[in-house]
T-cell receptor
Framework: EDQVTQSPEALRLQEGESSSLNCSYTVSGLRGLFWYRQDPGKGPEFLFTLYSAGEEKEKERLKATLTKKESFLHITAPKPEDSATYLC????????????FGTGTRLQVFP | KAGVTQTPRYLIKTRGQQVTLSCSPISGHRSVSWYQQTPGQGLQFLFE???????NKGNFPGRFSGRQFSNSRSEMNVSTLELGDSALYLCASRVGTSGKETQYFGPGTRLLVL
């Protein structure tokens, strides 16, 4: 069964304290891995798509990497405005219209 | 280019009532997917429409239904509401070429069932 697991559930960081969020996945065949950011009461905002092991994407203080079993979202020198829930998702192998989401990592960055 | 829009943004209903939510995809795009988000279950796929046809459906009871119009706008209907239907309902527009598509989400409709 296709599955996505994210850890940790919650992460508290001091401003400037770098860290990584983990997303491990089990799918019959990977057809992309997506990272989203979600602010309270809003819809998920697309960040990155990764398609193959070894691929990396960067955007401001965020960098996403992909291996054959997991993806990491590295946050370098975070700021309070990076506080949000970060979600990762993979398309179901047999139904690529359906995204399977992890439960997210709730990140809080304190000044 | 306008993003995905959803109306209304907030709804309060009582048990047993029915509700209709609306979603307009990104202009020019014909695919709309619906998801339910709850604190306990996270984001779960409801169904997907393309060119007025439902192509896929998630594991939800028949009380959840939808349709898509010729202008690509989509509606989702939930009949005989239950307390557990309280959730954020999100729709997404798929953009890209086959095999390299991204789903962009709207702001959601927050439904509270009392």
């Amino acid at each position: 069964e296709d599955q996505v697991t994210q850890s940790p559930e919650a992460l508290r960081l001091q401003e400037g304290e770098s860290s990584s969020l983990n997303c491990s996945y089990t799918v019959s065949g990977l057809r992309g891995l997506f990272w989203y950011r979600q602010d309270p009461g809003k819809g998920p905002e697309f960040l990155f798509t990764l398609y193959s092991a070894g691929e990396e994407k960067e955007k401001e203080r965020l960098k996403a990497t992909l291996t054959k079993k997991e993806s990491f979202l590295h946050i370098t020198a975070p700021k309070p405005e990076d506080s949000a829930t970060y979600l990762c998702a993979v398309p179901s192998y047999y139904n690529t219209d359906k995204l399977i989401f992890g439960t997210g990592t709730r990140l809080q960055v304190f000044p | 280019k306008a993003g995905v829009t959803q109306t209304p943004r907030y709804l309060i209903k009582t048990r047993g009532q029915q509700v209709t939510l609306s979603c307009s995809p990104i202009s020019g795009h014909r695919s709309v997917s619906w998801y339910q988000q709850t604190p306990g279950q996270g984001l779960q796929f409801l169904f997907e429409y393309f060119s007025e046809t439902q192509r896929n459906k998630g594991n939800f009871p028949g009380r959840f239904s939808g349709r898509q119009f010729s202008n690509s706008r989509s509606e989702m209907n939930v009949s005989t509401l239950e307390l557990g239907d309280s959730a954020l309902y999100l729709c997404a527009s798929r953009v890209g070429t086959s095999g390299k598509e991204t789903q962009y989400f709207g702001p959601g409709t927050r439904l509270l069932v009392l």
